[in-house]
């Protein structure tokens, strides 16, 4: 069996990646473990401009760490008429981090007087794989959308309440985990990745 770092410290991200490892690659293949499971090192800033380079940033420390094949996501939202910010500024646009009301708010002030034909936004997650060999691996996935102009439900996270996803009628924070999941960035570029370890996890290991 093949041990496989997701480099987070967020446990629902690593049942996530668990939920859909299971579900191609089948339990016995691949042991997922996060952070917390290894000897604890000093984490990198997330110093790159695009969430490919911060996947990758954090998948290589992991790798260099540990000597295990190492996963690791970065993600946020683009906004067309903002130029695809807050992208990797996402979880922080407001100067706070993590502060999920203060950041949404932040950006429906800035797109305020923007006409709705011109509200396009898209969900971003990039997902790095770096194998001990020094192979890396980099998948992408996305939800088109467009930004509504005050937010509806309580699910999901971060900027959901102001996204609706294309052809949905619902918010992101309007759907339950599965249907998010189903469409989200984050599940197609996990499912994504899943596809890849297929290929490059030594078989039978
Ligand atoms: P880590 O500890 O794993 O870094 P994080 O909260 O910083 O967790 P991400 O880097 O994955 O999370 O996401 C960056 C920000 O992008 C996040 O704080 C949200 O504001 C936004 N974001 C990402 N995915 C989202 C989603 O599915 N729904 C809503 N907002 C999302």
New binding site residues.
Partial sequence: MTRLLLA???AK?LAELQRILDGSLGRERVELIGLADVPEYQELP?TGLTFGE?ALIKAREGCRQTGLPTVA?????AVDALGGM?GVF????SGR??D?QA??DLVLAQIGDVPDEHRGAA?V?AVALVLPGGKEHLVEGR?PGRLLRAGRGDG?????PI?LGEGQDRT?AELTGAE?DAI???GKALRLLAKLLTKVLPAGA
């Fill in positions: 987070t410290r967020n991200k997330e911060n996501d970065d993600s946020g939202l807050p996402s979880a922080r646009w981090h993590g999920d950041n949404l969900f997650c939800q999901g996270f971060g900027y959901d996204f992101n998010k989200s960035h984050r």
